[in-house]
C-alpha cells in the first residue's frame, strides 16, 4: 500500500491570465484602436475652439486623456485580464507620481 | 510501503499550459518585474513632466508654445503611435497562437510605425531649432526638449528592441517562453503610447 501525499503549490494555481471573462479578439482590439483614434480627433479639434470655450475644452481634455490611458492599460496592456498583481505594481508607481509631483508643484505655487 | 511525495510545484515546468508559473506567487516573475519597472518609469516621467508644467512660462527671448507648436503635425504623429499599438497586440496575439510569421509581420510593422513617430520628432526639433527655440534657449526650450527627447530615446529603444527580436524569431533563437518574450516588449511599448498620451495632452493641446 503505497501513500502519494501530493503537496500541491498553490502559488502556481494562481494564472497569469486570471479569468475575468473571455480573452480578446482581433476584432476587440480593432474596436479599441478606432474608438482611441476618435478620441484623438476630438482632442485635436479642441485646438481650434479652445479660445472660445476655454473651461469646456480643458474639462474635455482631461476626460479625453484619462479614457485613453485607461483603455490602453485594460486593453492594449491586458490589466482588464492579468492578475491584481501586476495592475498594483502600476498604479503604485502612478499614484506616487502623481502625490509626489503635485505635492512639488504645490510648493512652487503652480496652481496658485 | 512507499511514500511518496509528490511535489506539482517542483515538477512544473516554468511555464505549463494553463499559464501558471513555478514562483511564489504563481506569476511570472519577469511580467511582474516589467509592470515593477513601468511603475517607476511613470516617476521620471511625472519628474519630466512637472518640470515642463513649472517652465513653459518662461521664455526668455525665445518663442513661445503657441508660436512654435504644429498641432496638425503632432496629431498625426500621435495617430501614428496610436495605431502602432495596435500592431503591438496583435503581434502578442499572434505569438501565443505560435504564429512566427504574422509574429514577425506584426513586429515590423509597430517597429516601422515608431520610426514613422521618431522621424516626426526629428522633424519637428528641427523646425522648432529654425525657428529660433533651441535647448538653451529658455527654461521653455530646455524642459520641453529634455521631455520629449527622452520620450523619444524610449520609442528608439522599443524600435531596436523590435528589431532585435524579429531577428531572434527569425533564427528561432528566443530564450524561454517566445510569446512571453514578445508581451514583454509589448508591455513597454504600450507604455510608451501610454505616456504621449499623457505628453500630448498637457504639453501640445494646453496652452500655457
Known sequence: MSAVTEHTDHGTEAHDHADHGSHPTTLTFVKVAIILAVITALETSTYWWVEDAHTVAMITLFICMAIKFVMILLWFMHLKWDSALFSLMFYIGVGLAIAVYIVALMTFHFFA | ?????????????????????????????????????????????????????????????????????????????????????????????????????????????????????????????????????????????????TLTGFHGVHVSLGIIMLMALVGIITRSKVPGDKAEVVELIGLYWHFVDVVWVVIFTLVYLIPA
Open chain 2, 1 to 145: 510501503m512507499a511514500d511518496i511525495a509528490v511535489h506539482e510545484g517542483a515538477h512544473a515546468h516554468e511555464h505549463d499550459a494553463h499559464g501558471a508559473h513555478a514562483t511564489s506567487t504563481g506569476l511570472s516573475n519577469n511580467k511582474l518585474a516589467m509592470w515593477l519597472f513601468l511603475g517607476t518609469e511613470c516617476l521620471l516621467f511625472g519628474g519630466l513632466i512637472s518640470t515642463y508644467m513649472l517652465y513653459r512660462g518662461r521664455l526668455g527671448n525665445g518663442p513661445g508654445p503657441g508660436q512654435v507648436f504644429d498641432i496638425p503635425l503632432t496629431s498625426i504623429s500621435s495617430f501614428i503611435l496610436l495605431m502602432s499599438s495596435l500592431t503591438m497586440v496583435l503581434a502578442v496575439n499572434a505569438a501565443k497562437e505560435g504564429d512566427d510569421r504574422n509574429t514577425r509581420v506584426w513586429l515590423s510593422a509597430t517597429a516601422l510605425l515608431g520610426a514613422l513617430f521618431v522621424g516626426g520628432q526629428v522633424y519637428e526639433f528641427t523646425a522648432f531649432y529654425q525657428e529660433g527655440l533651441g535647448f538653451t534657449t529658455s527654461l521653455f526650450g530646455s524642459s520641453f526638449f
